[in-house]
């Protein structure tokens, strides 16, 4: 199992839901490196732009999206899943839902957002 690193951002979307419903979220997040030789696309997903690759998890009504870093794995985001059902119903467009996260501008803006906050930070 990796250690499992929040960023800002992550960390104050995951301290925003109740208690326990983080607690019932980060039980379920546990993530072996075998998980992602192989996603499976229902647990885990893929996605990939301009040579960057962030893994998806599902874990109740939400979406982890975090990346591989050495020794562990670094959370960009959490998102309820209706947040992305919101934006491919309004999008209508006919490919899974990791491939069209990976073509979404706005999606990495969303992992970008954490990168722009710890340079201006220090």
């Known amino acids: 199992m990796f250690q499992i690193i929040f960023n800002e951002i992550s960390a104050a979307e995951i301290s925003q839901l109740d ?3 983080q607690l019932e979220l ?5 993530v072996q490196p075998s998980d992602l030789e192989q996603v499976d ?8 732009r301009d040579g960057r690759t962030l893994h998806r998890y599902r874990a109740n ?3 982890i ?14 998102l309820h899943k209706n947040t992305l059902q919101d ?17 979404s501008k706005v999606f990495w803006k ?10 201006a930070r220090g």
């Open 110 to 119: 969303l992992i970008e957002e954490a990168d722009r906050a710890k340079a």
């Open 61 to 63: 009504d939400y979406r």
């Open 41 to 48: 696309g229902d647990r885990f997903g893929r996605i990939e």
């Open 19 to 21: 208690t326990q419903l």
């Open 26 to 30: 980060l039980m379920e997040f546990e």
């Open 65 to 78: 999206y975090f990346e591989i870093v050495e020794g562990g794995v670094l959370v960009r985001r959490v």
């Open 87 to 103: 934006f491919f119903y309004r999008s209508s467009l006919p490919v899974n839902e990791d491939e069209e996260v990976g073509q």
